[in-house]
């Protein structure tokens, strides 16, 4: 052995390797504080030994350990110590550049993170540990009660486990917290209780709110006469076609009003995302549940009557088509298992009454078309505008204005001047706004007359009861002095004003402005050769157009000018066919 410790390429390779075991040992000690006596056993053991003992210390594959035990030449042996050794000191350096690196890209939240498990240390050594525990607490007790079936129970367990494990600031934490609060809020076994039905108390009702509408009010009634026989019965989904202002949704909200359900309406006017109806899937930022379950959400009850309206306004295009949505939600047979893409769970629609609302058919798609029945609504002849207005509107819009038929009254013969010449509609709604445009003109009368007159107690001490029905000086209003007991009520009303307005023509010019239509509009120009009356019927109600005719010199043509549909074209032909028989 001496003679190989002293053979020059041993002491080469001897040097070799404690230089890269000092390496190694300094590495470890700045790891783990140790290897002070691995060094001194490096500087005391004789160098033939040296390599068997410092690479016994390592974790060897057992090739490696047979390879060592095979190698008889010290040469050999140590030159292989030197390799397993730099082998292991690379590995050290390969794991501290890794772990270098994940620490100077450490992100945010992983930051935000550390900074709040910090925090919440702290608040618990403090004894303040308002996090979210009690509120996950809080939300669990709410799902219990909220009455879900056996099989979406048990979906929300799995989903509120996964909630616990989450820290708060990973980002899927709010929107699973968010889902559950949306299971725990829908009305899954929550129904109202439907009173007694009253079928005369029902046709009394739509005939308070609606005027006219026989057929109508008859088919509602029938309606509801099926579900006071059978309540579970599946009845067909009522569609009010007609022009806008005929109350269609108000007819609904009778309908809830009968049965003593609550009311929500679901607007589908501009719908073209099929998302709406069925929801977002969750897998999507900002997704939310569609406006079927938001509509149930907020009304709290699985039986709602609910008004889709607008059912004819819904379009399709790229993102879907919402009308084949409503397919499965009106069908009675699919509806009891509507799944709706954000809640990801079946809800069973069949408690919920459905009414639609369409001004037109034609746009509605057949298939749709097939699952409801349609009950159309004319318009309103001018009488029964006259009979709606002095029954229903003007009350409503003097109330709507703080005004009473003392300040403000609107004869009937002034009622029909509006409805001739200001408005032409099917409906009454631009009937209610040139009504409401009168109370607003009369409100501002009252409000310039009407003067605050306060008496206060050392005035009222010197008041006499000969004061009593007094003209106040300089004042345009009868006053009267009242005793100290009257509330604010009683003091407001005791000033009035001396004089009623009283709508007339003057007054309907000088605040709606020139008549719109005149009556003799038809038989001036009916008067004029070359000029014949066309009646025109639209789903808005019916019109009247004036057809001008000129004769001109040329091969005896038809010329027809203007946007003219097919039909028109061909009564234009047969007309002149008729002339030259």
Known sequence: ??????????????????????????????KQKTGGRIKVLLETLPLHKLADIFVASFEMSLEEQLSMLDSVDPKVRLSKATELVDRHLQSIRVAEKITQKVEGQLSKSQKEFLLRQQMRAIKEELGDNDDDEDDLAALERKMQSAGMPSNIWKHAQRELRRLKKMPPQQPGYNSSRVYLELLADLPWQKASEEQELDLKAAKDRLDCDHYGLSKVKQRIIEYLAVRKLKPDARGPVLCFVGPPGVGKTSLASSIAAALGRKFVRISLGGVKDEADIRGHRRTYIGSMPGRLIDGLKRVAVCNPVMLLDEIDKTGSDVRGDPASALLEVLDPEQNKSFNDHYLNVPYDLSKVIFVATANRVQPIPPPLLDRMEVIELPGYTAEEKLRIAMQHLIPRVLDQHGLNSEYLQIPEAMVKLVIQRYTREAGVRNLERNLAALARAAAVRVAEQEQAVSVSKDVHKLASPLLDNRLAEGAEMEMEVLPMGVNNNEISTAFKISSRLVVDEAMLEKILGPPRFDDQEAADRVATPGVSVGLVWTNFGGEVQFVEATAMIGNGELHLTGQLGDVIKESAKIALTWVCV
Do not use: C, G, N
């Not at 001496?2 to 590495?27: C, G, H, N, W």
């Open 1 to 30: 052995m001496e003679q190989v410790e002293q053979d020059p390429d041993f002491v080469t390779l001897s040097r070799q390797f404690k230089a890269t075991a000092m390496e190694l040992i300094s590495v470890l000690e700045q």
